[in-house]
């Protein structure tokens, strides 16, 4: 997986950073960042495309659900992983994420390193 670009999109500074941080030691990636759905998609658009995205669903200015719609009517946007970040107490909002378009989710806090190689794995070689 190493050399991969992985775009994480979290509103929440300390949450995000917690992220790059456990990606950083899971492997080598390119690791690009956003704080809401609009910047998200901004970087989506970029030529390369993030191989890979993290996207929290509750932000400001536009929320994970709408990004991820989004990226979906782009063109190649169809075949971008996105992996949700989910609220552990929120139930239902893994079913809406998914109904998004998204193609899988994780519970934060993250905790289980493993867990998050294999999602990527099996989402980047597929
Ligand atoms: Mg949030």
Do not use: H
Request: net charge negative; proline share 5%.
């Amino acid at each position: 997986m190493s050399g991969k670009r992985i775009l994480v999109v979290e509103d929440n500074l300390d949450n995000r950073r917690i992220l790059v941080y456990r990606l950083k030691r899971i492997g080598e990636f390119e690791i690009l960042e956003a704080s809401n759905g609009q910047e998200a998609l901004e970087i989506v658009k970029q030529d390369p495309p993030p191989d890979l995205v993290f996207m929290d669903l509750k932000m400001p200015v536009m929320d994970g659900w709408e990004a991820t719609r989004q990226i979906r009517k782009l063109d190649g946007g169809a075949s971008i992983p996105i992996i949700a970040l989910t609220a552990q107490a929120m139930a239902g909002d893994e079913q809406k994420a998914l109904a998004a378009g998204c193609d899988d989710y994780l519970a934060k806090p993250i905790v289980d390193l493993g867990v998050v190689r294999s999602k990527m794995e099996r989402l980047l070689e597929r």
